[in-house]
């Protein structure tokens, strides 16, 4: 099957049951572009916002898995398993010991994670450990230990408690593992516990908001509508939109076109004297070419990632 030529962005509110693979398989099918990739896994359990890039876009893959999250979990107290969530086998718990716990001690609880964490990765996590996934051992029966990492829980709160259950909101930096949080809450509070649910509400400008579901997708192929399919792409420019544009003069286009660097003469936009700093760059026809980032003290900008 040959690629379509489709470059762009979709931004996929994901189902439970499908992997972050899964995903991949069915938007390339979808769209007929072999080229692409997917920007932060998400579990099978999970469900919610999986952006997934196509073509050229495949370029931004690695930014926008950098990007803080925000989450929404169910937390349910008194029972601890191997996966951390409610898919894995029961390791221990306190059910009795939860209808004790008051309202504020789970708030307390829950906001003690708010900042700069030491968060130790699951066993059932991507990650490797001499060469094998951490799942892949943990399959076999095997535990090893895992080095702690630092991670930011930069904004937390508790939406709803209606025990055993507790509902919390969670914006983090990448690499955080919401099943961790959910089992450190229920060990600092005595009767332990595992992530019931998990919806990633946001990546960057990624929402659910804009979100489309893979049935929605397919529905559209199938019943021939793919003017209706490319509306739901999002242009590559979309990762930088917080990024001043800058586009370049009919003279300068060829220097754009070869990735050379371009001084401050070579735009339509004039340029403030300013520390340095990336924009958007745009080819003479309104068309997005690349990052750069200015150099003040030269009066040039340098390529970061051409496009």
Known sequence: MPDSG???ILNISKEAGYTSFDVVAVVRGVYRQRKSGHTGTLDPMATGVLPVALGKATKVCGM??????EYIAELLLGKTTDTLDVTGEVTGGDPDAVNALTEEQIKNAVN??????DQIPPMYSALKKDGRRLYDLARSGQVVEREARKVTIHRIEVLDITLPVVKIKVLCSKGTYIRSLCDDIGRDLGCG??????IRSAVGPFTLDNAVSLEEIRHLRDEGHEDKLMDYLMSV????????ALTVTAEAEKKLQNGNKLSYDDFTESISESSKKEFRIYHSDNSFAAVYESDPAQRILSPVKMF
Not at 64 to 69: A, Q
Not at 112 to 117: A, D, N, T
Not at 193 to 198: K, R
């Open 6 to 8: 489709i470059n762009g």
């Open 64 to 69: 926008i898995t950098d990007w803080d999250k």
């Open 237 to 244: 420019d979309t990762v930088f939109e917080k990024l001043p």
């Open 193 to 198: 516990g595992c992530m019931q649910s998990l």
């Open 112 to 117: 003690r994670y708010l900042g700069e964490i």
